[in-house]
C-alpha cells in the first residue's frame, strides 16, 4: 500500500498543470513560449494572473495532499510523509506526462510544508515577496526563499524533528539545482524580471543567406 501511494504522489505531481491549461484554453504549448518552463511563473508571463493562479493552487495541492493525507491511508509517520512530499516535487519537475519536463517545483515544496511545517513556510513567502518585489526578479526570489527554508524551519515549530530539516536542506539545494538556468541569466544580466513585455526578451537573429546574384554583384 505504501508504494503504491508513493507512486501516486510521483503521478499527482506530475499532472502539468500549465501544460494543460495552455493547450485547452489558447491552444499553445507553454515549452515553446516565454520560458518554457511549466510553471505558475510561466504561466503568468504568458497567459496572465488569471490562468496563471488556478495553476499556482494546484501546483501548491499537488504538494500538500499526498503529505497530508498519504501517510494516514499507509498508516505511516512523517518519514513517509517527506518521501510522499519528494515524490511529487520529483513528478512536477519530472512529469511523465511531458517528456520528464515540467516546472522548478517551488510551488509544489511550498504544498510540502504547508503539511509539514507551516509557519516556515509562511515565513519563506515573506521572503520570496520581499525579495522578488524589490528586484522584480521572481526566479531569484525563490532561490532566496529556499535557501532560507532550512532556517526557517530550525527556528520554528514543526513535526518530524531534525530529520524534516535535513530534508529541507536537500530540498533547498535541488531547487537551487533546478533554478541554474536562471543563476547564469541572472549573473549575464539576461534574466526577465516581473512586468518586462516579450518585446524586451532578446530573440535570435537568423541569418540572411546571400543569393548567388548578390554574391556576382559584390564581385563585380
Avoid: C
Avoid at 54 to 80: E, Q, S
Avoid at 181 to 189: K, Q, S
Avoid at 197 to 207: K, L, V, Y
Amino acid at each position: 500500500m505504501t508504494f503504491v501511494l508513493l507512486l501516486a504522489a510521483y503521478l499527482l505531481g506530475a499532472i502539468p498543470t500549465s501544460y494543460w491549461v495552455g493547450k485547452v484554453f489558447h491552444r499553445i504549448d507553454l515549452r515553446e513560449h516565454g520560458s518554457g518552463n511549466l510553471g505558475a511563473t510561466n504561466a503568468f508571463r504568458v497567459m496572465g494572473w488569471m490562468w496563471a493562479l488556478p495553476v499556482m493552487i494546484v501546483d501548491v495541492a499537488k504538494g500538500f495532499v499526498p503529505v497530508w493525507f498519504f501517510p494516514g491511508l499507509a498508516g505511516v509517520g512523517v518519514g513517509w510523509a517527506m518521501a510522499f512530499g519528494a515524490a511529487a516535487i520529483l513528478g512536477h519537475v519530472f512529469s511523465v506526462w511531458v517528456g520528464f519536463k515540467g516546472g522548478k517545483g517551488v510551488a509544489t515544496s511550498a504544498g510540502v510544508f504547508m503539511a509539514l511545517a507551516p509557519l516556515a513556510i509562511l515565513s519563506g513567502f515573506f521572503v520570496w515577496a520581499a525579495v522578488t518585489g524589490m528586484t522584480r526578479y521572481v526566479s531569484l526570489g525563490s532561490i532566496v526563499g529556499a535557501m532560507a527554508l532550512p532556517l526557517l524551519v530550525t527556528v520554528t515549530p514543526h513535526a518530524g524533528g531534525q530529520g524534516v530539516v535535513i530534508f529541507t536542506a536537500g530540498l533547498a539545494a535541488f531547487v537551487v539545482w533546478a533554478h541554474r538556468g536562471n543563476i547564469g541569466r541572472l549573473l549575464r544580466g539576461e534574466e526577465r524580471r516581473i512586468g518586462d513585455s516579450e518585446a524586451a526578451m532578446p530573440a535570435p537573429t537568423p541569418s540572411t543567406p546571400v543569393s548567388p546574384s548578390s554574391r556576382s554583384e559584390r564581385r563585380s
